[in-house]
């Protein structure tokens, strides 16, 4: 312990060596702060006026990107989760449909669930744990057989998604507009869902069919690699799929360049609550390297999602 002291007292701190501070490097000036907005300002100068670091400024240019991306003719592809339905983001997803800005969408097997309650009676997301103890969970009788029937009707090489699409539109539910599938199958904007095997609750209805279900989602994996095999200079948009939808995205992006396609100079993006090893590997950063650039948005979908959108209406419409 005596060393110890010694070889501390030893040091000379007098002679530690300092600079001015106009000199040093500095991340954040004054310039970049935020400013306040009056009330009823627009949402340009709401976006305007946010600071100009981190998360704040990816959105800004992230917007901006897309928007100029779009002008180009390029792509764009969302992938997502069933969680972006239950929170109500559907609508703010058939805008970007309905104004030609979303050219695909890539979703789970529980996504096809709600999009289905949602257009059968306008509700949907049972309260898993009230249900679970009795066996009761996931086994309303009308889900399992439309959506289980959509499926076994699906024909050769139709995929998932565009038969569950059609099965919507030819029953006439009375909330096809809320409909992500229905209004894709009207638009003709290629919809694909990818599947695994007893996640869904579908799967334990006594009519769902492991070959039919195969073939769909298989079918609809070559038709999204086939979608991404033109997406040269397109945008990817991951929201809230932390394993699946980054899995099959990754392979079908391998596929098209292994079949000769060009596919790079991609923007991909990744929504979720928190940050995940497989988009951060699989959406953000794997695809886009040597060209590109990937992008990190981190918050409640209810709130992110939206906002993004109407950054990008605001920059197309400049």
């Not at 909330?175 to 869902?193: D, E, K, Q």
């Not at 100079?265 to 699989?282: G, K």
């Amino acid at each position: 312990m005596a060393k110890k002291k010694a070889a501390a007292a030893s040091l000379d701190f007098s002679k530690a060596r300092t600079y001015p501070l106009a000199r040093r490097r500095s991340i954040v000036k004054a310039e970049a702060l935020a400013t306040p907005t009056p009330a009823g300002a627009s949402l340009a100068d709401f976006l305007a006026h946010l600071p100009d670091v981190l998360a704040a400024r990816d959105l800004r240019q992230l917007s901006a990107e897309i928007a100029r991306r779009h002008r180009r003719g390029k792509k764009l592809v969302l992938g997502m989760g069933a969680h972006p339905i239950k929170v109500g983001l559907s609508p703010w997803i058939v805008e970007l449909m309905q104004r030609g800005i979303l050219h695909g969408l890539a979703m789970n097997g529980a996504a096809i669930i709600h999009d289905f309650e949602l257009a059968y009676c306008g509700q949907t997301s049972e309260d898993v744990a009230a249900s679970l103890a009795d066996g009761r969970f996931g086994m309303a009788a009308e889900t399992g057989q439309f959506l289980n029937q959509a499926v076994r009707d699906a024909q050769h090489e139709e995929g998932l998604g565009h038969a569950v699409g059609r099965a919507l539109v030819e029953a006439k539910l009375p909330n096809l507009g809320l409909s992500l599938l229905a209004n894709a199958y009207r638009l003709g904007i290629p919809a694909t869902v990818h599947v695994a095997i007893g996640t869904d609750i579908i799967h334990m209805h006594p009519s769902a069919d492991g070959a039919a279900i195969g073939e769909a989602t298989l079918c609809d994996f070559r038709r999204l690699a086939a979608l991404v095999a033109g997406m040269r200079g397109g945008v990817f948009l991951n929201l809230g799929s932390a394993v699946l939808i980054p899995e099959v995205f990754v392979k079908a992006l391998n596929l098209a360049r292994n079949l000769g396609r060009r596919v790079d100079d991609l923007i991909t993006v990744d929504m979720d609550f928190i940050r995940h090893y497989r988009p951060q590997m699989n959406i953000v950063r794997r695809p886009t390297e040597g060209s590109g650039k990937g992008y990190q948005l981190t918050g409640h979908h209810e709130i992110m999602f939206p906002l993004l959108c109407a950054a990008i209406l605001e920059s197309i419409k400049l």
